[in-house]
């Protein structure tokens, strides 16, 4: 899991749960993974069917065919040294709470990546951050706290996200599909094909989209594991 943490960090791009166990729920009568109700009535989100075929079959064809999908190494790039800490305002009390960078800051940083990012996928993923703030965290470990409402059924499961690296795997859920290659940073890796690393990226993609239930019937991972 390590070697899908430093690949995704490299990423120009932006399964098993990011941290903590799934915790499964039925969504709401009337409501499935495709519409939303809003303040008053009306559908605030809506998933794109034809996107959400595609990306099905995407991840059918990394799973049948992995050796198929090959890694390119990426061109060296200087970063900017890091703020010390990152400040995060609270959406629903105001308060304002600094974290430090080496930690959360870096998950507090991404926060309006990750919103913009959510928006765009086919499958209805939300956030919670308030654990990220000093008032309504409550004395929670910092993090964010993500639903999925699986693609197939629209039950509703959540896993946590607390780290850095859990934070740049995250972003493997915005790769656009169908994948045919992999930016594999600069020097980490070999050129070429790599079936493992392309099974285990799939997998964890699949796994934050879908529910355990839905994933073998999609034939997107095999029954009993």
């Avoid at 791009?13 to 499935?32: D, F, K, R, S």
């Amino acid at each position: 899991m390590k070697r899908i943490g430093r690949l995704v960090a490299t990423m120009l791009m932006g399964v098993l749960p990011a941290g903590g166990q799934a915790q499964e729920g039925i969504l709401p009568p009337g409501e499935t993974s495709g519409t939303r109700s809003g303040a008053d009535g009306a559908p605030s989100w809506k998933g794109d069917p034809e996107k959400r075929k595609a990306l099905i079959e995407s991840l059918r064809a990394l799973r049948r065919e992995p050796e198929k999908v090959e890694f390119h190494s990426a061109m060296c790039y200087k970063i900017a040294r890091p703020p010390e800490s990152v400040s995060y305002t609270c959406k629903v009390c105001g308060t304002v709470t600094e974290h430090p960078w080496a930690g959360v800051g870096q998950i507090v940083e991404g926060l309006p990546y990750l919103e913009r990012s959510l928006s765009e996928l086919p499958v209805r993923i939300t956030f919670d951050a308030s654990s990220l703030c000093s008032t309504c965290g409550n004395g929670r470990p910092p993090g964010i706290e993500m639903t999925t409402e699986c693609g197939e059924c629209g039950k509703a499961f959540r896993w946590n996200v607390s780290t850095r690296e859990e934070e740049d795997r995250l972003r493997l859920l915005f790769l656009r599909h169908p994948i045919t290659s992999f930016d594999a940073g600069p020097g980490k890796w070999k050129d070429g094909p790599d079936p493992d690393r392309v099974k285990e990226i799939a997998e964890y993609i699949s796994s934050h989209m879908f529910c355990e239930t839905c994933c073998p019937i999609l034939g997107l991972k095999e029954a009993g594991r």
